[in-house]
């Protein structure tokens, strides 16, 4: 297996996701807060701390990620992030909760909630996981 294109191919794919992701609420991070809000998860005083952790963790790992840097860290920390915001709509798809925009890339392109959303989130944690193992396999081979 040509470990070192399906590495780079996957730094570009999850680094190009949460780039667009971090640009899409950096643009408009009050309607982030707004979509923060109909999730009912944080209580009102929490929504812009919440708001601005996320898209400076979404910037960093962004960063972290297409540079390469400890390329291994990054991909677990946004194997992390991705597992949490899958259980964040997991919990709130069986709330019943019904959300027009998930807010995945802010109020940008918007898309709603759906029982496929989660989905997306856990292919996001393999492509990680693959890049995780991609990496370590990397730095054997050296």
């Not at 971090?22 to 998860?41: E, N, Q």
């Not at 962004?62 to 991909?75: D, P, Q, R």
């Not at 919990?91 to 496929?116: A, K």
Request: charged content about 10%; aromatic content about 12%.
């Amino acid at each position: 297996m040509n470990w070192a294109a399906l590495t780079w191919g996957c730094r570009l794919l999850i680094g190009g996701v949460l780039f667009a992701s971090a640009l899409g609420k950096s643009l408009d991070l009050s309607g982030f807060v707004d979509v923060l809000a109909t999730y009912r998860l944080f209580p009102d005083w929490s929504l812009w701390p919440v708001a601005l952790g996320i898209t400076g963790i979404e910037w960093g790992l962004a960063g972290w990620i297409l540079v390469g840097w400890h390329l291994s860290t990054g991909a677990l920390m946004a194997m992390v992030l991705n597992g949490l915001y899958a259980i964040g709509l997991i919990v709130t798809l069986l709330r019943g909760l019904d959300l027009p925009n998930c807010g995945c890339y802010g109020v940008f392109f918007p898309q709603p909630l759906r029982w496929y959303s989660p989905l997306e989130d856990l292919v996001l944690v393999g492509l990680c996981y693959v890049l995780h193992v991609g990496a370590q396999t990397s730095l054997t081979d050296s």
